[in-house]
């Protein structure tokens, strides 16, 4: 199975911080899709197919990347954007999920 | 608009079966896929399977052998049996359509005597 590496596991952001976080494939993958969790709800989908936004994401959000490197970057964090954020991928079965980056707010 | 709603026991005790039910509105399961992923306490999310429109299914290679995904397409729910149940199995099980776009609120099973 293709194993999602995600990094850092925790990081801190202040308010206007530039703030980006990647996801290495164990192979190449065609997309990479981000979800966003906060405590006590179910993940929401953040980003698909690599860079489209969800409906309503805020459009500081953005997700670049290609084959086997991924990143996740928030153009100016906001205390709204403290989350954990998981990648997935489901190029290949089974599909499978990073271990999650957790967002705090500095 | 689209819905998804889990509803399980609750607790559930070692070496037992589990069953979980999602039911589903605002789209088709003979059209769309829906799939199930768990997340223990604290802890990261894993896939656990998927049933197509078609019927056809796929499951996640460490639990194949203990894992079943069906669904009743007139009643719109989808369910999910895991059996010889650990402590390990205890975890939040989410029901989720197909991309991923949209997912249920969840269902706490714990694995306890």
């Known amino acids: 199975q293709i194993v999602l590496t995600q990094s850092p596991a925790i990081m801190s952001a202040s308010p206007g911080e530039k703030v980006t976080m990647t996801c290495s494939a164990s192979s190449s993958i065609s997309y990479m899709h981000w979800y966003q969790q906060k405590p006590g709800t179910s993940p929401k989908r953040w980003i698909y197919d690599t860079s489209k936004l969800a409906s309503g994401v805020p459009a500081r959000f953005s997700g670049s990347g290609s084959g086997t490197s991924y990143s996740l970057t928030i153009s100016s964090m906001e205390a709204e954007d403290a989350a954990t954020y998981y990648c997935?991928?489901?190029?290949?079965?089974?599909?499978?999920f990073g271990a999650g980056t957790k967002l705090e707010l500095k | 608009q689209v819905q998804l709603k889990e509803s399980g026991p609750g607790l559930v005790a070692p070496s037992q079966s589990l069953s979980i039910t999602c039911t589903v509105s605002g789209f088709s399961l003979t059209s769309y896929g829906v799939s199930w992923v768990r997340q223990p306490p604290g802890k990261g999310l894993e896939w656990l399977g998927v049933i197509w429109g078609d019927g056809s299914t796929n499951y996640h290679s460490a639990l194949i052998s203990r894992l079943s995904i069906s669904k009743d397409n007139s009643k719109s729910q989808v369910f999910l049996k895991l059996n010889s149940l650990q402590t390990d199995d205890t975890a939040t099980y989410y029901c989720?359509?197909?991309?991923?776009?949209?997912w249920g609120q969840g269902t706490l099973v714990t694995v306890s005597a």
């Open positions: 989720a359509k197909s991309k991923f776009a949209y």
């Open positions: 997935h991928q489901r190029s290949s079965y089974p599909c499978t």
